[in-house]
């Protein structure tokens, strides 16, 4: 048994990632976003998405919570079309930080020829929340981090960076006040042309101050037009089930202000589509901005999370931009199916706990994936984000070559609150059968056992049904599915800021495995 090295899963990512961005018919984004914008461009949990263009070429980063590997990277021709082409940290999280990976801000210096990679995450050493920079060459390439910028106190999080007039850089980020009932400043602050160092003194652009607004101002994004600077911004509750998130804009004609707010604000609400809308990116492209932001789509709600939604801005004649508020969800609704035999290796897709050193092989024998009594005691865990409320995870689990139990599982939180501990509902077999559970606080609850005769290869099923019900049944080498359990509900289980995962776990002693034969996740 071998410690995942994570340079392997990154070298099968780039020659993965080569294949995928060739394209032999290059149609520009004006040509493609002279149509309707299918939504969403960015399914599933893509939560505070932001994007770049670097030549013909446009990419995409969002949050990743607690799910290595971190910052996913997007490429698209189009800005509707995207696919995964590399991680930020595709090894492991940086050493001074600990979880909260929050919020990525791609930045394209042209001159240099780099890509820098603003993100917010929290200090080991004084637990703060903070604003941290990495940079590569490439956006396919390998990222090297500069370690934190900023951590105040109360936390530093959503960066941003942008240039004045002078073509002097800045940082912005938001002040966490909220987190202590406080006001949450924004604040902007010179930065050196290495993004190693921030210079001078920082200075507050504006707070929140409007009722709309509520508790709190985040997530800016800056550009230049009309001899303005403008940034949109999000306001009131983003994560949760109650969240109220709505987006507003402000302009100064001098970056350091003072800076207008939009009398007409919010400019981005709620429709019949799409609910609590914010925190993005404004991209201008052949003279026309777009702005990619997440949202929940309202029918699948927070058991997928936070999708990444493209929409155009209109400009009012008093130069103010807004939206008309018309996002629609018009792309076609489900899981893509996905099957994995682990014969190639680790498939990129596949997510663990930032905090667990996965140690697996893969091979001709498929994943032997080693087990543990992390993650809350529901064990080693290797899961995807959902994009549906419909689909079925099917597994294979090779009894007599597993020690541990194993299964698969739909993972959530113990409740929807910030920090919330993960919790799940899943299916295990082991030497002794079958059984249904709840692993919540660190306790588990079975709640269904069936004694197996034959061992071998036993394959499991999970159905979800409305993003929340689940079904289980089971079937041997020989034989059909046969049900088991009844139905069970995972509503209680919908965590604070991110969707449902669902995949693998192996749960036993250190030196204990499980061998996962095959695994599919298809649409219903």
Known sequence: MKSIFYSIIYLLLMASCQQNTTKDNHESAGNLLSRTIVNPV???????????????????????????????IYN?????????????????????????????????????????????????????????VASSDSPTGIFEDHGP???????????????????????????????????????????????????????????????????????????????YFYATYAAGACCDRACNYQTGVARSEKLLGPWEKYEGNPILTDNEDWHCAGHGTVLKVNEEHFMLYHAYNT????????????????????????????????????????????????????????????????????????ASED??????LLVQSTKSTDYALESTI??????????????????????????????????????????????????????????GLITIKMEVAAGHLLSFAYKTEQGSWESIGEELDANHLVPWGMGFRLGMFAKGKENQSVNFIQTSITNH
């Open 398 to 455: 090779n009894v007599d070559q597993s020690d541990a139990k194993g299964g698969i599982l739909l993972v959530g939180a113990a409740n929807n609150g910030f920090g919330a501990p993960i919790a799940g509902i899943g299916i295990a077999v082991g030497k002794s059968g079958l059984e249904l559970f709840e692993a919540r606080d660190q306790e588990e609850t079975i709640l269904y056992q069936k004694e197996l005769d034959s061992k």
């Open 76 to 132: 698209s021709s189009d800005l509707q079309e995207w696919e995964l082409v590399n991680y930020v940290f595709p090894d492991r999280a940086p050493e001074w930080a600990k979880n909260n990976f929050w919020a990525p801000e791609l930045s394209y210096d042209k001159a240099q020829g780099k890509i820098y990679a603003y993100y917010t995450a929290r200090d080991k050493s004084s637990n703060r929340l903070s604003v941290a």
């Open 375 to 380: 993650n809350e005691n529901m064990g080693s």
């Open 42 to 72: 960015l399914p599933g949990d893509r939560p505070d998405p932001t994007v770049i263009q670097v030549g013909e070429e446009f990419y995409a980063s969002t949050t990743s919570n607690e799910w290595a590997p971190l910052f996913p």
């Open 149 to 227: 910028l900023v951590a105040q106190e109360f936390g530093s999080i959503d960066a941003y960076e942008v240039r004045d007039y002078e073509g002097k850089i800045y940082v912005l980020w938001k002040e966490d006040g909220n987190s202590q009932g406080l006001p949450t400043p924004i604040w902007a602050q010179e930065i050196n042309a290495q993004r190693t160092h921030l210079l001078g003194q920082p200075v507050v652009l504006f707070k929140n101050d409007q009722p709309w607004e509520k508790n709190l101002v985040e997530g800016v994004s800056v550009f230049k037009e009309n001899g």
């Open 299 to 370: 029918e699948g709600s927070v058991f997928v999370g936070r999708e990444g939604v493209l929409e155009k801005l209109v400009w009012r004649d008093d130069q103010w931009p807004v939206f008309e508020n018309k996002a629609t969800y018009t792309r076609g609704k489900g899981m893509i199916d996905f099957d994995d035999d682990f014969q190639q290796g680790l498939h990129p897709l596949w997510q663990w706990r930032v905090t667990q050193d996965i140690v697996f092989e893969t091979g001709e024998n498929g994943l032997i994936l080693e």
